[in-house]
């Protein structure tokens, strides 16, 4: 098993920054994906930003350049940096690691921006 350790997050005026990181307590091999999840109330969670080593990061469609993940294998993190947040990015936010080919979460976090 594999434990996910997410820190950040909190609360942020509209077109604000935050920054989320997600430290593994076990390496994620390069091949496996590793990033992050949100989850808006009353939505489904949804994909925000996830990279597997050599290929390009995958982002939700709302990021639209805003959001930038990366990833680094040997300290077993992932880092979410967040630019002109919107409200609409309000949500819990989980950082979501494969291992093993068992998908692991973390507890989320907290992101709110008032407008």
């Known amino acids: 098993q594999v434990q996910l350790a997410e820190s950040g997050g909190g609360w942020v005026q509209a077109g604000g920054s935050l920054r989320l990181s997600c430290v593994a307590s076990?390496?994620?091999?390069?091949?496996?994906?590793m990033g992050w999840y949100r989850q808006a109330p009353g939505k489904s969670r949804e994909l925000v930003a996830s990279r597997i080593a050599g290929r390009d990061v995958r982002y939700g469609d709302f990021v639209e350049g805003r959001f930038t993940l990366w990833r680094d294998n040997a300290k077993k993190t992932v880092t979410l940096e967040m630019n002109n947040l919107k409200p609409e990015d309000t949500g819990v936010y989980y950082c979501k690691a494969r291992y093993w080919d068992n998908d692991y979460w973390g507890q989320g976090i907290q992101v709110t921006v008032s407008s």
């Open positions: 076990r390496t994620i091999l390069s091949r496996d994906p």
